[in-house]
């Protein structure tokens, strides 16, 4: 029985309800975790459990977020983020165009993952989110790194060559 434990895969790094052991300090806390566990992931109806202003929790890019300490200090007051507590709402944070310094907010807290996000949480990952990024910025995650700047100069590249063979086309045709 033993060698079969011994032999036994390691724990997936986003093993589900992943919790900081009972008897460390941090237990409460997920920001103060060890760093070596794991992201838990939460689910929809966790989420939603998490709605009032005692304890908001909101899900952006794959991410869970408590957002309670932030609701009183908020720009754009507590009504916006309360609209949202509970609930997956990446479209409304991105159409409200945050800038770099509110993604990284010290008083949000990560929570864990969202339930069915896993891949996407660890494509941010690959193409280099941290944790100390805070809240994913997506339009600079996929511009540095992989086929989102190399698309564009793809289809700069591509742009040129049509402007070059047209001119060269029309300089013919005026012999």
């Not at 434990?5 to 008897?23: E, F, M, Q, R, V």
């Not at 991105?94 to 929570?111: D, F, Y």
Request: one cysteine or more; hydrophobic letters at 45%.
């Amino acid at each position: 029985q033993a060698s079969s434990a011994l032999h036994s895969p390691p724990p997936s790094p986003l093993a589900p309800a992943a919790a900081a052991p009972a008897d460390l300090p941090c237990a409460e806390d997920p920001a103060l975790w060890p760093a070596q566990m794991a992201m838990r992931v939460v689910s929809k109806a966790e989420l939603a459990e998490h709605t009032s202003s005692d304890k908001i929790w909101v899900a952006i890019h794959g991410f869970v977020w408590d957002v309670t300490k932030y609701l009183n200090d908020h720009p754009g007051g507590t009504d916006v983020i309360e609209a949202v507590a509970g609930k997956e709402c990446t479209a409304e944070f991105e159409e409200a165009l945050h800038s770099a310094g509110s993604r990284k907010e010290p008083m949000l807290t990560l929570v864990g993952i969202f339930e069915g996000c896993e891949a996407k949480v660890e494509e941010w990952k690959a193409r280099g989110w941290a944790k100390e990024q805070g809240i994913p910025d997506v339009d600079s995650l996929m511009s540095s790194k992989g086929m989102g700047g190399q698309t564009i100069a793809l289809f700069g590249a591509a742009f040129v060559a049509v402007g070059a063979v047209t001119l060269v086309m029309f300089m013919r045709s005026r012999k």
